[in-house]
């Protein structure tokens, strides 16, 4: 899925007493979160850790370069050209020379080299910072007077040579008067919470000093300049930090808040509630698209506004988590060990520390070893052989099944610290939590989460929509929702070819393709047709039929409302075992074609058919495609889409039977049909073939909460049979009486590719 600004976060925008002032970010770490600071005016950033073209990625926040005019450190690329008669000495507690600000050599130096540089680079703004760095050697007196005048210089000189930048220095108070016309804002640091490089500890700002520091920042107010006051707080304290805002705020200063390092997002005159979420899974117990985080969890994590990005426990160990830039952490695992343990288990303690939520699912195996739980309030208990039974239960349990006692005695997990217990079972005077929320996130173990039924076939043991939101801390905002438009619930109608060549039972016999070509022109709405060029060419399997199929498609893709799409060259069944070349497909004459042939020559052939290119390949067979294969389509610059499971009906009585938006193919992202075609309802085609008309009960089930759009998927052998044509016309009836918005195919996924 193509990130963009909608597709990456949520904007809480706070407001306060300064309602014309930018909203400012600082962000000095070496991977700066690009499209969320898109959100903010101003975007203080760190040159020194940046590569050259980082700045190409800030649409349309203005960029503005950290720099520090008294001071240099050793991480600045002119750190070598500083010489040494312009240094007065070292700032221990930073690692940084001091540098006299009353030498004209540095002076010109910034002037004329560091300055120009930044701006070269794309900058439009400079943050100067430490400039007031030289109190700490220089006494009071005419010495210190001489740096406070060099420091005016410069700022003047600055702003000579670039009169459209914005211009922010920290602190600067002793010459408040002297640089207001020539700087934006005026900052300043801890004015209710600092932080102690010496000790390297946090630290509350005292009544006397912050009454100082404000009444400095009011003189610059007073001025007309923006009013900046970062304070320092750790990750965690993400609620502090927010109250810690809400004050400066009200004082009328822009703030910021976040760790001493500001290598995180923090919390400003807007904030940034992350949707990227972890979804940890184990690719060895079961690959992607089988397993339970992407075909349990996924979904309820889409609905609540969420990215999954999928991490697997057999890849790299990834970057931990930080707080501000991931909405939490949620794992799945369903095997018992797996790679770099250690490294995993400080993974996860990493999170809570950075005040992400965890939230653990399944079986959690090795992963979670006594360190881990220790950190989460939690042991592992000894194991009880007495008949266990139901001691605590919330209303979020029981959502479609009841979980059932342990058979075999009791055992599981314990919590020690502080919690919300929502299922507990107990054995004697022995309790054990199977599902809790805790400050830190919460866990739901199996098999309590999802209920094995007696058909085998899961159903929640809780409601993983309210369960995900809390245990998340969520907040009650707006989110993307790709179900409806302009508030009525999407409609999309989408043919594959398969069967075209077939013959009806209706009088006449005619080909499949001829009957559904009519009943599509009757019924006038947007229609997505996928066709299948080796079972209508003249080099196909029906080469005697392909002039009156190629005809058909042709009076087909003439209709107004339909757009045209390709189902292949041969349907390949296996799609990653066709990629190898040994996979099954249509026996097409002329031997196996090639992925290019699979698709790219089939896209050709249908905009022939069509007088237009086709605006998107509908995945064929399993509907699994690679890496290769969907690239292959996008660089064609050509939609897709097909997969999923969604049949949630009286068959299937859960949304276990709800698939997500769709699934990470290498770089790209495939996305599935939003509801399931007739082959699922009919038992692959065997029978009744009326039962599609049982899709209108997922129709219903993914309703409320609105989990898909209403789709209507089949294929061209449905018009083959009575019964499936009439099964059809309920189906189109029902869909039609709930009042939609149809749309094609390719409107929605582009609405999905855009949440």
Do not use: C
Request: proline fraction near 9%.
């Amino acid at each position: 899925m193509t990130p963009s600004l909608a597709a990456s976060l949520l904007v809480a925008a706070l407001g306060g007493a300064h309602p014309s002032a930018p909203a400012i970010a600082f962000h000095y770490g070496v991977a700066p979160p690009f499209a969320e600071l898109s959100a903010f005016d101003w975007v203080v950033l760190d040159p020194s850790v940046l590569t050259p073209a980082s700045r190409m990625e800030l649409p349309p926040a203005r960029p503005i370069a950290y720099a520090a005019m008294g001071e240099v450190h050793p991480s600045a690329p002119w750190f070598g050209e500083v010489q040494a008669g312009w240094t007065l000495g070292e700032n221990r507690a930073w690692g940084g020379k001091i540098v006299d600000l009353a030498e004209p050599a540095w002076r010109a130096f910034l002037l004329e080299k560091v300055f120009p540089e930044l701006w070269q680079r794309g900058f439009r703004g400079f943050f100067l910072d430490a400039v007031d760095a030289h109190v700490a050697v220089v006494p009071e007196g005419p010495e210190r007077e001489r740096r406070w005048d060099g420091l005016v210089e410069v700022v003047t000189g600055l702003r000579a040579r670039f009169p459209d930048a914005v211009v922010v220095v920290n602190r600067g108070f002793e010459r408040l008067e002297a640089l207001a016309s020539s700087v934006d804002a005026v900052a300043a640091e801890s004015l209710y919470a600092g932080w102690d490089p010496v000790a390297r500890t946090y630290r509350d700002v005292s009544a006397a000093d912050r009454r100082w520091l404000d009444d400095q920042l009011q003189r610059a107010r007073a001025r007309g300049l923006v009013t900046v006051a970062i304070d320092y707080l750790p990750p965690r304290e993400r609620e502090r930090a927010r109250e810690v805002g809400a004050a400066i705020r009200k004082l009328g200063h822009v703030p910021w808040v976040g760790p001493p390092g500001l290598d995180r997002l923090g919390v400003g005159q807007v904030e940034i509630w992350p949707r990227e979420v972890w979804l940890v899974h184990d690719s060895a117990a079961a690959p992607l698209a089988e397993s339970a985080a992407h075909r349990l969890l996924a979904m309820p994590l889409e609905h609540l506004g969420l990215r999954p990005r999928y991490v697997d426990v057999r890849a790299p160990l990834p970057r931990a988590p930080r707080g501000g830039e991931v909405a939490g952490v949620v794992v799945w695992l369903e095997g018992t060990s797996f790679p770099n343990l250690p490294g995993w288990r400080q993974l996860l303690v990493g999170a809570v520390d950075e005040g992400v939520p965890l939230v653990l699912f399944g079986y959690l195996g090795e992963a979670v070893d006594e360190t881990v739980l220790e950190r989460l309030g939690a042991r592992r208990g000894r194991r009880v052989r007495t008949p266990a039974k139901v001691t605590r239960r919330s209303p979020l349990i029981g959502l479609e099944a009841e979980p059932r006692p342990p058979p075999l005695g009791l055992e599981g997990l314990e919590v020690r610290g502080e919690a919300e217990v929502l299922l507990e079972f107990g054995a004697g005077t022995t309790t054990r939590q199977a599902i809790l929320l805790a400050p830190w996130g919460g866990w739901a173990l199996q098999p309590h989460a999802v209920v094995e039924s007696y058909a085998g076939e899961g159903r929640w043991g809780l409601d993983p929509f309210a369960f995900l939101r809390r245990a998340l801390r969520l907040p009650d905002v707006a989110v993307p929702d790709v179900t409806t438009e302009n508030g009525r619930r999407i409609l999309l109608a989408h043919v594959d070819g398969d069967g075209a060549a077939s013959r009806s039972e209706l009088p006449g016999r005619p080909l499949a393709l001829s009957v559904l070509r009519r009943f599509i022109e009757r019924h006038r709405l947007p229609h997505t047709v996928a066709l299948v060029e080796g079972e209508l060419s003249s080099e196909g399997l029906h080469p005697e039929l392909s002039p009156h199929l190629e005809r058909e498609a042709r009076r087909l893709f003439a209709l107004p409302h339909v757009e045209p799409a390709s189902h292949g060259f041969s349907h390949p069944f296996v799609w990653s075992r066709f990629e190898m070349g040994r996979g099954r497909a249509l026996e097409v004459p002329g031997g196996r074609p090639s992925l290019e042939r699979e698709i790219l020559g089939s896209l050709d052939y249908v905009a022939r058919l069509a007088g237009r290119p086709p605006v998107l390949f509908a995945w064929t067979g399993d509907a699994l495609p690679g890496p290769d294969a969907v690239a292959l389509v996008e660089e064609a610059g050509v939609l897709h889409v097909n997969g999923g499971f969604t049949v949630a009906s009286s068959a299937h009585p859960s949304l276990t039977f709800v698939a997500p938006l769709g699934r990470p193919v290498g770089s790209s992202f495939q996305i599935y049909a939003p509801i399931s075609n007739e082959n699922d309802f009919t038992h692959r085609w065997r029978g009744p073939f009326w039962g599609f008309r049982n899709v209108r009960e997922t129709f219903d089930r993914t309703a409320q909460p609105r989990l898909t759009p209403l789709s209507i998927y089949f294929h061209t052998y449905s018009g083959t049979k009575t019964a499936s044509l009439v099964a059809l016309e309920e189906v189109y009836e029902d869909a039609l009486s709930r009042h939609p918005t149809p749309l094609h195919v390719s409107q929605w996924i582009r609405r999905v590719k855009a949440s």
